[in-house]
Structures are given as structure tokens and as C-alpha cells.
């Protein structure tokens, strides 16, 4: 059956961008605002603060990862923390090494950070199935992976590209499937850490094409109709069947951009028995025909290549 985060994270498609070392000292402060791309850092040594509005600030500490995929502000700071209005800009030093601090003062945070891409431009509800945020401590095995990305770029290798964006999604699978708890907010990991819900969760991508209905996911789940519903619309925060064409018309929109599949092809891959039914479907999911949405998406992407 197929793996809900694997899915996932398939569709988003994360891309590499800028990765580098940032080395700090002294008292300092770097803010950012208007994300609209994931972010990560590793913390290689010492310690600052990651203040994101609304959550309790976390220090972090030298072996921490944060993994921040949807929040489009953070600050973080030294300890103890600058005065007001003391942001500083890193300034590049070399090749994929940056520095935050005065210059007479010696480095005490080094971190491993970098900036990354979603390739998939409809991604709002893939997004709310995820946590705003990951941390994790003491993780080696993610510590690994972002050595490893963080040295590909500046070695002269083949099939460099492939390497950086197979490790990136390796990178956030690792870190997801690592997270899972039953406190966490309504949503995917949540789903995945009570065992019950987990199988619902994946017969649901395992059989996008496949007949789905309550009885079948309660039946798979061992639960009656009933409390399958209320469990599930606890821990995902949305009904069954409301995820299921959720999740299909998600992959629905993917196999559109891609290309190559009539209509009828892509119904048939999404749980439709025609064309016009599922054209019907994505009208009513997504306010627009799939003719529509591709046309749409094409033109953002023709003006955001030429700008």
C-alpha cells in the first residue's frame, strides 16, 4: 500500500535553492519575512534562539534540525539576544559560507541552513496536511543528510541535480516520519500516529483510482461507521470522504501538468468512471474546468519565467 508521507511529498516536489554555512558571534539578529518557501536549519555548534509568531521560542541547540515548511516569518538570535533594531544581513565570506557578526567578534553559532522550492504551484492542501514546523534533537541521521546536501553543490560530480533533489526529499520524508505524535494539531502525522487511522490513510493513497467509500476505510480500520468517522475527522481534521477527493483531486492536478493524459486517462487514475464526470468533479472541487487550471498554471509559469 502506498506510503501517505512518500505521497506526499512526491507531489510537492522539494527543490533545492540556496544552501550555505552561516557562521555567528557576538549579539545578533537575522529576521525573515514573506516565506513562501520551506526552510531548514542544523545547528553544527553553540546555541540561538527561533522565535516564529505564535509559538513559544526554542533555542536551539548545537545537533537540533528545524525543519520549517510554511510559516512566512521567523527571527533568530543570538544568546543573549541584541538590542532592538540590531538586525544584522549575513555577509557572504566564500563560497557557500556566510557570517553574522561584528568583525571582531569570535564565531559561537555555526549552522548548516538552507532555502528550498515546492516545483508543485497548487500545494495549499498538501501543506495543511503537514506541520508548520519540525523539531528534532539529537538526530543524527538527518544531521548526515544535510552534511551531504550542503557538500554536493560544490562537487564536480555527475547527475549533481538529481543527487541534491532525491537527498532534499529524502531529507523531509526523514523528518516527518521521525515527528509523528498524537498531540500533535489535526493533521497527517497526527492521522499516522494512531494505528487505525494510519491503515485508513493508507489504503486512501494506495487506491486513488480504486472505489473508496466509509464502510470499506471503516471496515479496513476494524471500526464501526461511526466512530471510524469521528476518530478520523479528529485526527485529520476533515470527514473521510472529504479527504479522499481532496487527495485525488490533488494527484488530479499533478497528472494535469504533467502532461500526456487525456481526461479520460487521468478519471480513470483519480477514481472516475469518465471524462465528464470527473470534469464535473474538478469544476465543483476547484471552480474551474482541468482545461482551465492548465491554462492558468501554464501562464503563471510563462510570466514568472520571463520576470
Not at 523539531?135 to 562537487?155: K, M, N, Q, T, W
Not at 515527528?179 to 487506491?207: E, K, T, V
Request: aromatic content about 6%; hydrophobic content about 45%.
Amino acid at each position: 500500500m502506498a506510503d501517505p508521507i512518500a505521497s506526499v511529498v512526491a507531489l510537492l516536489k522539494p527543490r533545492p535553492s540556496a544552501a550555505k554555512m552561516v557562521a555567528a558571534g557576538g549579539r545578533w539578529r537575522v529576521e525573515r519575512s514573506n516565506l513562501t518557501n520551506p526552510f531548514y536549519a542544523a545547528i553544527v555548534q553553540g546555541r540561538c534562539h527561533l522565535i516564529i509568531t505564535g509559538k513559544a521560542p526554542v533555542m536551539l541547540e548545537a545537533g537540533d534540525f528545524v525543519l520549517i515548511l510554511d510559516l512566512h516569518r521567523f527571527t533568530m538570535h543570538s544568546e543573549p539576544p541584541p538590542p532592538p533594531g540590531a538586525a544584522r544581513v549575513p555577509l557572504e565570506t566564500g563560497p557557500g559560507t556566510f557570517r553574522i557578526r561584528p568583525a571582531d567578534a569570535p564565531v559561537q553559532m555555526r549552522a548548516l541552513v538552507a532555502h528550498c522550492s515546492f516545483a508543485l504551484p497548487e500545494r495549499k492542501f498538501l501543506l495543511t496536511l503537514l506541520p508548520d514546523m519540525i523539531y528534532l534533537s539529537g538526530h543524527d541521521r538527518l544531521l548526515a543528510l544535510v552534511s551531504i546536501i550542503h557538500e554536493e553543490p560544490f562537487a564536480d560530480r555527475p547527475a549533481r541535480g538529481m543527487m541534491l533533489e532525491l537527498l532534499l526529499e529524502v531529507l523531509m520524508i526523514e523528518g516527518l516520519r521521525s515527528s509523528p505524535r498524537p498531540d500533535r494539531p489535526p493533521g497527517l502525522l497526527r492521522g499516522l500516529s494512531d494505528p487505525q487511522m494510519a491503515i485508513a490513510l493508507r489504503r486512501i493513497h494506495a487506491d486513488t483510482a480504486g472505489a473508496l467509500s466509509m464502510a470499506r476505510l471503516a471496515h479496513d480500520a476494524g471500526m464501526s461507521r461511526s466512530s471510524f468517522y469521528a476518530r478520523f475527522q479528529t485526527a485529520l481534521g476533515c470527514a473521510p470522504m472529504e479527504y479522499v477527493t481532496t487527495w485525488r483531486m490533488a494527484v488530479a492536478r499533478d497528472l494535469l501538468l504533467n502532461g500526456g493524459l487525456s481526461n479520460a486517462e487521468i478519471a480513470g487514475q483519480v477514481g472516475y468512471g469518465s471524462a465528464s464526470a470527473f470534469g464535473m468533479a474538478f469544476v465543483w472541487h476547484e471552480g474551474m474546468s482541468p482545461r482551465a487550471f492548465v491554462a492558468r498554471s501554464n501562464g503563471t509559469k510563462a510570466l514568472c519565467q520571463h520576470v
